[in-house]
């Protein structure tokens, strides 16, 4: 479902990664949670947010984005990318949730596809997920559209046909160690 990613390389490499001449002090992190202020890639350039579309929206389904009115108009005019280095899913009910960190398998960085807005004042987006791959469907129902580099540009001017889920060997998945999702997420 996406409700923490990682950010944690450095300016240089993200800056090089997106081909990007500058960007906003940002502090790199394994944690970014929603509500939190974090890195967006606009065709203009890049931003620090807030992430939690208008009212805390923080998700937006694929298959709606066309019909829901909150998501319409962003989804045809204020598209970004969010650079992360991963992000988190847990598996399991109740108590006894294992936690999982999933990767790019052939780089450090990739991009969640995002929409952002200017909404009281402030800059805001939101994750776009779609129905998990395959491989990540024992993990989660859903996964985050992960924007291949080669797509960046295109997708941040309306290109169509990239609302899926990510190849089943691009991510690889991680158990994280009980001692490491305690520090992190508590």
């Known amino acids: 479902m996406c409700t923490r990613y990682s950010l944690h390389s450095d300016a240089q490499v993200v800056a090089r990664h997106f081909g990007l001449d500058a960007l906003p002090a940002f502090a790199p992190r394994h944690d970014i949670a929603p509500q939190a202020s974090a890195l967006i890639v606009r065709p203009e350039g890049a931003a620090l947010a807030h992430w939690g579309l208008k009212a805390g929206m923080h998700q937006a389904r694929a298959e ?23 992000f988190y899913e847990w598996k ?31 800059e805001s987006f939101c994750v776009i997920t779609v129905e998990a791959s ?9 996964m985050p559209v992960i924007i291949a580099p080669e797509h960046y540009a295109g997708w941040l001017h309306g290109e169509e046909g990239l609302l899926r889920p990510a190849p089943h060997n691009a991510i690889r998945s ?8 305690k520090s992190l997420f508590n």
């Not at 990540?136 to 129902?141: D, V």
């Not at 991680?174 to 999702?181: A, F, G, I, K, N």
């Open 174 to 181: 991680d158990p994280v160690e009980s001692e490491v999702e």
């Open 134 to 142: 395959f491989a990540l469907r024992a993990i989660s129902e859903r």
């Open 64 to 86: 709606t984005l066309g019909v829901k009115l909150s998501f319409r108009e962003a989804y045809h005019r204020r598209r970004c990318l969010i650079p992360a280095n991963g």
């Open 92 to 122: 399991g009910e109740g108590e006894s949730k294992q936690a999982y960190y999933l990767r790019p398998e052939a780089r450090e960085l990739f991009a969640f596809a995002g929409l952002w807005e200017r909404w009281q004042g402030r």
